[in-house]
């Protein structure tokens, strides 16, 4: 019998307990771990220098000190944290609300976009102005519209609190960019998924129900992921209607202080909830890119 090789020839040695790397795969492995480890510890020193270089050139700048104490004040710092921290709360709020309003809204319009039967024509052409209109207006101007033309209305039914008007406007807004996200998901799949289960019996809505969709949302997990990142900074935008949410308080800190360290509370706020979402939506991508072969 011949004895075992690795791909390239050199023999393997074999016994009881398994396989037993060679002297040259040995050898391969320990070259990978230093390299490795040289490539790391090149990066963590490049880090520390320009981290440094930054506070540095900071520090010692001509405007310094008054930056240093109009916006890094420790004592209002203190001082504005509990407030600024219970307005961020119903940030989180609006933003649970509106994510699964903004999924939703966001399919369906999808789904209306590609109807293909004359007798939805009416559904396409208005899924189609409601994109280009709601993607073509600001955000903030939306929450305006929204925030004092609704209640202006004087319609019985209407909401009056300020919150859930600047979930309506978010959902409106961000429905669009999501309506488009899951159209391109739905795009994307296969033509020949579409035959296939056509040819199998299925109707235009079962196709889309349990062949289409399902695949065209997996996809698209790692972009809606980065949308509702987006979101969650823009809740920050309902403070223009007047909601006591984070901006807001650190707003009537900022006015009757005359110092900006409130801001930088909310600040560190938004960014500890934000990375988080935005490393989780960079491994989603990585592995959905790994399960392609790509």
């Known amino acids: 019998m011949t004895a075992p090789t690795e791909e390239n020839g050199d023999p393997v040695t074999v016994t009881r307990a398994g396989w037993v790397k060679s002297g040259r795969q040995v050898e391969r492995e320990r070259l990978r771990r230093n390299r490795s480890i040289r490539s790391s510890s090149i990066a963590t020193a490049s880090t520390i220098l320009l981290i440094v270089l930054l506070v540095w050139g900071f520090t010692n700048s001509p405007g310094w000190p008054r930056v240093q104490e109009t916006f890094f004040d420790p004592e ?26 903004i999924l939703i809204l966001g399919l369906l319009v999808a789904l209306a976009r590609n109807l293909t039967a004359p007798v939805f024509f009416p559904l396409r052409a208005l ?52 309506a488009e996200v899951f159209r391109a998901g739905i795009d994307s799949v296969h033509p020949s998924q579409w035959a296939a289960a056509r040819s199998l019996g299925l109707n235009h809505g079962k196709t889309m129900r349990y062949v289409v969709v399902p695949q065209a949302a997996r996809r698209v997990v790692p972009p809606l992921l980065n949308d509702f990142v987006s979101l969650q900074k823009d809740t920050a935008l309902v403070a223009t209607i007047g909601p006591l949410e984070a901006l807001r308080q650190a707003q009537i800190h900022a006015a009757s202080t005359f110092n900006y360290t409130p801001y930088l509370v909310a600040a560190l706020l938004f960014i500890l909830l934000t990375i988080p979402m935005a490393r989780f939506t960079d491994y989603l991508a990585a592995r959905s890119q790994r399960r392609r072969g790509q």
Do not use: W
């Open 76 to 101: 209002q710092f203190a001082k504005a944290l509990p407030d600024v921290l219970s307005g961020f709360l119903l940030n989180v709020k609006i933003f649970l609300i509106a994510e699964p309003l």
């Open 127 to 178: 899924a189609v102005a409601y994109t280009d209109i709601f993607r073509g207006v600001p955000t903030i101007l939306v929450i305006y519209l929204v925030g004092f033309g609704l209640p202006a209305l004087g319609l019985q039914g209407v909401p009056t609190d300020l919150a859930t008007l600047g979930v309506i406007a978010l959902t409106l807004s961000y429905g669009a960019y999501v």
